[in-house]
């Protein structure tokens, strides 16, 4: 008698190479592409500028209803024979074949067996799972080596399990493939009510060289590889997905199409608990509906163990310039392990997150994108044990709201646009960050970069610079509430181009020593105050008018000597006071486009405007600036100085 434990077929060629594009998800009965050939170059990157993705052809009608008609036949599982009732399908001991187009409805168990798909590349095949058991020691237990589409329909509460075992076999030596508990060379949905259990002991869990859809069910997966990968694209639609894998937990992974390696995921709750990325595409990663989405990556935050080594005065940067990129591991910096990536949602084009609710809590970064980021709904919740939001090119907040509760650096990119929703980002270091990436720590050096603000709300504690752009910084809505540093080795803002605030509300604190001012070409007022002593962190700091109205009301989260604040209510000629608590500290009349309170000296930046003392003004060329007489110039040779450190101590709360 045949069984599970003879070798696999071999996977036929033609159905390696046949990798539909995203308008092939249809219900089309021909494999023929409609659609012109969008390949890349072999070695040249994809322009992920050009991704489009029309949402009408994710999900047909038959992968989202999980119904199915009269079976074609009706099998019976046994370890004492397998049992069959109609045409299509053939049995050899433990080991099924479907050659035929048709539906199958399965029952019982098989204890060491698999069903194998090899029809033509035209057919539909629909498998009906009501009750499953089936384990196969070395090789997959559904094995879809050619068709058209398989639909794996789950009856409503249903319960299935699917098994491998440790290592496969192959009939020929380098084969490798399949590799999965389900392993489809073809298209394959997953649908119906029931739930589907999977515990992958040799690699993935559920495998397909082109779409994987799932919609409507219950899926469970433990799997010492990926949890979920399809080639071409993942798309889960009001599905329940909870995965334990020892690498990432859903993935796309087809780098040669634009249009392709992407994983869309709509009204669902999904769980991941992944060694590596918790979701991880190739072209974009888009989110809407009513998600629910819950992701551990490598093992959480608190298992980041690098040592961030930064130059000067413990913060990000030296003079305002970028992060110096010295990371050394406590363990092995150049290990293998250190290389492998740890993020929460990852993708090399898009991060699209509209709606719904997601807590991340990763090692690495919790959203990362080698382009942009877009959130405009939705609740994220992100601890991370480095940035907590990274894009190379642009973020763009226009809504819902985001906490950042951890982190190294808050949120990179190199433009970041905020116009509206709930912003709060805890970070050791800088708490907004805008670079291109082509500083490594120049001083004042100026890059393609920038912060927009033109709306929402937007809260910053930072141990490093709160509010920092390697290029410019625009406000011009909404509000700023920043609780900067409490050394004076960084500022609660940082600009190395031009600071604007020409509307909106925002108000800085922090210390003195670094401070950096906006540019009097500002459309708005605004008011400088420092401070003879450091005020303690739940001070309320309250500016008022001749007629006792409060036009900024903030209480820090932490100790501060320093005040930068702008407001709509800044009038040209009135008078203003500044109290912390209760206590007067002093007054100013707007008569300027930026008043003083107290004895401005700062040692000064190289962005924005600086007041008096100190470097003060702006340097061309990166060249160090001259130092004050009674002041030795940085000794950039030997040893760094003592850095403080943020990463052990608990973090103030942050104000309501």
């Given at each position: 008698m045949a069984g599970c434990n003879d070798k696999s077929s071999k996977i036929n060629d033609d159905s390696q190479n046949n990798e539909s594009s995203v308008s092939?998800?249809?219900e089309s009965t021909s494999d023929e592409s409609s659609e012109a050939d969008n390949s890349a170059p072999e070695n040249v990157p994809l322009d992920y500028s050009e991704f489009t993705l029309d949402k009408s052809t994710l999900f047909s009608e038959r992968d989202l209803s999980g119904e199915y008609s009269k079976p074609d036949a009706e099998i019976i599982l046994s370890d004492n024979g397998v049992t069959i009732d109609g045409n299509g399908i053939s049995a050899q001991g433990s080991e099924i074949l479907i050659s035929e187009a048709g539906t199958y409805l399965f029952r019982g168990s098989l204890s060491d067996g698999k069903i194998i798909v090899n029809t033509d590349k035209q057919n539909k095949v629909q498998l009906v799972f009501d009750g499953v058991d089936i384990s196969c020691a070395n090789s997959s237990p559904l094995y879809v080596e050619s068709a058209d589409k398989v639909f794996l329909t789950l009856t409503e509460n249903s319960v299935n399990t699917l098994s491998d075992g440790k290592s496969y076999t192959y009939e020929e030596e380098g084969q490798n493939e399949p590799d999965a508990v389900i392993f489809s060379a073809d298209d394959l949905t997953v649908n119906g009510k029931g739930k589907l259990?999977?515990?992958?002991n040799y690699n993935e869990g559920i495998a397909s060289k082109n779409e994987i859809v799932i919609a409507n069910s219950t899926i469970s997966i433990k799997s010492v590889g990926n949890g979920i990968k399809g080639k071409d694209n993942v798309a889960i639609s009001s599905a329940v997905i909870d995965i334990t894998s020892d690498k990432d937990g859903i993935k796309s992974s087809d780098t040669q199409q634009i249009s392709t390696g992407f994983v869309y995921i709509t009204d669902s709750a999904i769980t991941v608990n992944a060694q590596e990325d918790g979701i991880q595409a190739e072209s974009a990663v888009i989110a809407e509906g009513n998600n629910n989405i819950n992701i551990i990556?490598?093992?959480?935050?608190?298992?980041?163990?690098?040592?961030?080594?930064?130059?000067?005065?413990g913060g990000g940067k030296g003079f305002g310039g970028e992060r110096f990129n010295n990371i050394q591991n406590n363990q092995q910096s150049d290990s293998a392990d250190s290389q492998i990536s740890r993020k929460g949602i990852k993708a090399k084009g898009y991060i699209n997150i509209e709606n719904g609710n997601y807590e991340i809590n990763s090692c690495d970064d919790a959203l990362h994108s080698n382009y942009n980021i877009n959130i405009s709904g939705g609740n994220l919740n992100l601890n991370s044990g480095d940035d907590a939001i990274n894009a190379d090119n642009e973020l763009n907040i226009n809504g819902g709201t985001v906490n950042i509760a951890t982190s190294y650096e808050g949120i990179e990119a190199a433009f970041i646009n905020i116009s509206g929703g709930d912003t709060s980002v805890t970070a050791s270091d800088d708490g907004i960050n805008a670079s291109d990436g082509t500083s490594q720590g120049g001083m004042g050096t100026l890059s393609d970069a920038g912060v927009n603000i033109s709306g929402g709300?937007?809260?910053?504690?930072?141990?490093?610079?709160?509010?920092?752009?390697n290029g410019t910084i625009t406000v011009t809505g909404g509000n700023v509430y920043v609780d900067g540093p409490e050394n004076n080795g960084n500022a609660a803002i940082d600009g190395n181009g031009e600071?604007?605030?020409n509307a909106g509300s925002i108000i800085a604190l922090g210390s003195s020593g670094m401070v950096e001012l906006p540019s009097e070409n500002s459309a708005q007022n605004i008011a400088v105050i420092t401070l003879e002593e450091y005020c303690n962190a739940n001070t309320e700091v309250k500016i008022c008018d001749n007629d006792g109205k409060a036009v900024i009301k903030y209480k820090s989260a932490k100790k501060f000597n320093s005040i930068i604040t702008s407001t709509p209510e800044f009038e040209n000629g009135k008078e203003y006071t500044v109290y912390t608590d209760s206590t007067e500290v002093g007054s100013f009349t707007v008569e300027n486009a930026i008043s003083y309170v107290g004895t401005f000296n700062s040692m000064g930046g190289f962005g924005g405007h600086h007041g008096g003392g100190g470097f003060g003004g702006k340097f061309e060329n990166g060249q160090i600036p001259p130092m004050p007489d009674d002041m030795p110039p940085p000794d950039f040779e030997g040893e760094r100085p003592d850095m403080p450190d943020f990463q052990g101590g608990e973090r103030p709360d942050m104000p309501d």
């Open positions: 092939e998800i249809t259990i999977v515990n992958a990556s490598g093992g959480g935050y608190t298992e980041n163990t690098d040592v961030h080594n930064d130059m000067m005065f709300n937007l809260h910053i504690n930072a141990g490093g610079d709160g509010l920092d752009s600071m604007l605030i």
